[in-house]
């Protein structure tokens, strides 16, 4: 007989940047906030070095590169958006070192950004990493405080998987 916990797989995502853990609750943009897009977390980044925060492939790179879509080895999918309104910016600071369907694992280097540029700008600088809206994953911890990229646990999951 199968126990209800075997339909479970628990899962971490590592924090992406160097800063400053925020709820997402407290993200300057609606969609964010509200959690439409997914629940997660923010960073206020320290640098502009983002890291794989898990083994997995790039699925989508937005074409002004301020944001990109990774599916886990597990296959749930996770967004991780730079900032807030730089897709305003065109690219403009923003060099991704990875493409799509490329296999990453925790820790690669998958995009740079230049904070002044992104301050000149006026942008919100603000790291969001959410995964989008699924029925069959639920946050079960949060992690706070200070991060550091691939290194401190951001966020664990649990997958209803059969």
């Given at each position: 007989?199968?126990?209800?916990?075997?339909?479970?797989?628990?899962?971490?995502?590592?924090?992406?940047?160097?800063?400053?853990?925020?709820?997402?609750?407290?993200?300057?943009?609606?969609?964010?906030?509200?959690?439409?897009?997914?629940?997660?977390?923010?960073?206020?980044?320290?640098?502009?070095?983002?890291?794989?925060?898990?083994?997995?492939?790039?699925?989508?790179?937005?074409?002004?590169?301020?944001?990109?879509?990774?599916?886990?080895?597990?296959?749930?999918?996770?967004?991780?958006?730079?900032?807030?309104?730089?897709?305003?910016?065109?690219?403009?600071?923003?060099?991704?070192?990875?493409?799509?369907?490329?296999?990453?694992?925790?820790?690669?280097?998958?995009?740079?950004?230049?904070?002044?540029?992104?301050?000149?700008?006026?942008?919100?600088?603000?790291?969001?990493v959410v995964i989008p809206q699924n029925k069959n994953i639920d946050i079960i911890h949060k992690n706070t405080g200070q991060c550091l990229a691939a290194k401190t646990p951001l966020f664990k999951y649990k997958k209803f998987c059969i």
């Amino acid at each position: 007989m199968l126990n209800v916990f075997d339909f479970y797989k628990k899962n971490i995502i590592l924090a992406p940047v160097n800063g400053q853990i925020v709820e997402i609750e407290s993200v300057d943009d609606f969609m964010f906030s509200q959690k439409i897009i997914g629940d997660g977390l923010a960073i206020k980044p320290l640098d502009g070095q983002i890291l794989a925060p898990c083994k997995g492939t790039v699925e989508c790179i937005l074409i002004e590169k301020h944001a990109l879509f990774i599916s886990c080895e597990d296959k749930t999918q996770i967004l991780i958006h730079f900032g807030l309104d730089t897709v305003e910016m065109k690219g403009e600071g923003f060099e991704c070192h990875v493409c799509v369907k490329q296999n990453i694992k925790i820790g690669d280097l998958l995009m740079s950004v230049d904070l002044e540029k992104i301050k000149k700008n006026k942008k919100d600088d603000t790291v969001i990493v959410v995964i989008p809206q699924n029925k069959n994953i639920d946050i079960i911890h949060k992690n706070t405080g200070q991060c550091l990229a691939a290194k401190t646990p951001l966020f664990k999951y649990k997958k209803f998987c059969i």
